[in-house]
T-cell receptor, first 115, second 114 residues
């Protein structure tokens, strides 16, 4: 059964720092990996999606990498801002008989950017 | 923009009631999903559907059922609500694999069962 782990569980850094959030998964047979952001009491906002054949994706100040063979992904946030404060979730899509499956989520990294 | 809407943001029900949570998407997505989110446990998949009238169990289907009569609508049913079903429920949709297969989430329904 797929398990997804995110480290650290919480992180507090001053504004302007570059930071890295880590995600690991136990089964490398994934369809893709998605990074989400969740603000308190809200739904999930998709940040980046990496297909299993890709190594990285970039969007603005965000860069996500994927090393499928070692079961790891990182989310790099450059020049952090207070508005980046949120919980960041990593999720992998596995396979079922008819195709890709639902997502298996990590428990998230709660990020606070201090002004 | 993809839009996934859920019928209620907050819902309070009594133990034993039959509860319907509704989800609608406007992007003609084939796949739809129901998850629940609990502190310390994260998000877990309850049920998903590849097509109209099709359903597949996720990791925690016990105590739930689903209905998909139309492509754009996916309902989660709590046959007899219990206090351990108090949770945040999130609906998502996506195209089939072979396309981007990016999941888009609704705003969530916070259900309290008393």
């Amino acid at each position: 059964k797929q398990e997804v782990t995110q480290i650290p569980a919480a992180l507090s850094v001053p504004e302007g720092e570059n930071l890295v959030l880590n995600c690991s998964f136990t089964d490398s047979a994934i369809y893709n990996l998605q990074w989400f952001r969740q603000d308190p009491g809200k739904g999930l906002t998709s940040l980046l999606l990496i297909q299993s054949s890709q190594r990285e994706q970039t969007s603005g100040r965000l860069n996500a990498s994927l090393d499928k063979s070692s079961g790891r992904s990182t989310l790099y946030i450059a020049a952090s801002q207070p508005g980046d404060s949120a919980t960041y979730l990593c999720a992998v899509a596995g396979y079922s008989g008819g195709g890709a499956d639902g997502l298996t989520f990590g428990k998230g990294t709660h990020l606070i950017i201090q002004p | 923009d993809v839009k996934v809407t859920q019928s209620s943001r907050y819902l309070v029900k009594r133990t034993g009631e039959k509860v319907f949570l509704e989800c609608v998407q406007d992007m003609d997505h084939e796949n739809m999903f129901w998850y629940r989110q609990d502190p310390g446990l994260g998000l877990r998949l309850i049920y998903f559907s590849y097509d109209v009238k099709m359903k597949e169990k996720g990791d925690i289907p016990e105590g739930y059922s689903v209905s998909r009569e139309k492509k754009e609508r996916f309902s989660l049913i709590l046959e007899s609500a219990s206090t351990n079903q108090t949770s945040m429920y999130l609906c998502a949709s996506s195209y089939l694999p072979g396309q981007a297969y990016e999941q888009y989430f609704g705003p969530g329904t916070r259900l309290t069962v008393t």
